[in-house]
């Protein structure tokens, strides 16, 4: 009996899908990881990474089949920076192609900036990895042309990319940066994939453009973390980091303590004082600290609305 259990339970579980991170990361896209200079993309890329091998969940979503991970770096020798978070993340043996250890590489050839798409497709092939692998290319600014600024250039590059990694069946995740500005409508950035570094065709002619902001820019004691993709609904993420610099899920702005807290109050949108609300939250517990932190992310998920000073309602949808 408990052969025929065990055979019915490998009936009924869901095949794995095929694709890295289905409807964010598929097979044979070009995806685009932007952030400012310095905001700390290559940590989480570590763990990202990292995530993809081990088959965790990656913001709630399972990974699917992954054949194979590496990394071509550009700007700086392997060990001038990407190895130590790849080794603090616990992701060491990752392959990885690094353009400027490499000395039988003429750095001259990149100046034919209307060859460098098919260069990068060349480096992501010296990490002779098979179909169905994730590959991060960091950064890969200067491989869409040579002005990012130019539409037909970047749209044009980025249609060779994704040709080259249809025919590999390989997913690249390109790291690009972003100007580094308040995240507010007054500065013109209504949406945060709109404060690519670029033309608009870096984000019109890529699968998903995923986007990290730095608590500096959001003037929040967190960070920003969103993916935006052509197959699915937006979706955003709040992270902090911890001593090892690497990311981890913000203290106290969870979903869970978000749920919590948006149980205080009543549904019917009444007023509540902070004072009453602290009360109630220590009783969870949740500290002072934390409940301010949530009542940050509600509010800024339009969840929870400030009346006037020290006054919180839910918001009411009608």
Request: some cysteine; overall charge positive.
């Amino acid at each position: 009996m408990s052969k025929q259990i065990a055979r019915a339970k490998i009936v009924c579980q869901a095949p794995a899908s095929r694709h890295p991170l289905p409807g964010i990361i598929q097979r044979g896209s070009l995806n685009l990881f932007c952030g400012a200079s310095g905001v700390g993309k290559s940590a989480l890329l570590a763990t990202l990474m990292r995530d993809l091998r081990d088959g965790r969940l990656i913001f709630g979503h399972q990974p699917g089949t992954i054949t194979g991970l590496g990394i071509v770096l550009t700007d700086r020798p392997w060990n001038q920076g990407a190895q130590q978070w790849f080794e603090r993340a616990g992701f060491p043996e990752i392959r990885y192609y690094s353009l400027l250890d490499d000395r039988s590489f003429s750095l001259s050839k990149l100046r034919r900036k209307h060859e460098r798409a098919q260069f990068a497709l060349e480096f992501v092939d010296k990490l002779k990895l098979p179909a169905g692998a994730v590959i991060a290319l960091d950064p890969g600014g200067q491989f869409f042309g040579g002005s990012l600024l130019d539409f037909d250039t970047c749209a044009s590059a980025a249609q060779e990319l994704t040709r080259g990694l249809s025919d590999r069946d390989q997913a690249l995740l390109t790291l690009l940066h972003t100007p580094k500005a308040k995240n507010d409508p007054r500065s013109g950035y209504i949406r945060p994939q709109d404060r690519v570094l670029g033309s608009a065709a870096l984000g019109a002619y890529s699968a998903t453009q995923l986007v990290l902001i730095s608590p500096e820019e959001l003037d929040k004691p967190y960070y920003q973390f969103s993916w935006h993709s052509h197959l699915t609904k937006a979706e955003v993420f709040y992270l902090d980091r911890d001593e090892h610099g690497l990311f981890v899920p913000y203290s106290g702005a969870d979903e869970g303590n978000c749920q919590r807290v948006l149980l205080l109050f009543p549904d019917d949108g009444t007023e509540v004082a902070f004072r009453v609300l602290l009360e109630l939250a220590e009783a969870i517990p949740l500290s002072k600290a934390t409940l301010k932190r949530v009542l940050e992310v509600l509010m800024e998920q339009e969840r929870v609305a400030k009346v006037k000073h020290g006054v919180y309602a839910r918001v009411v949808l009608h």
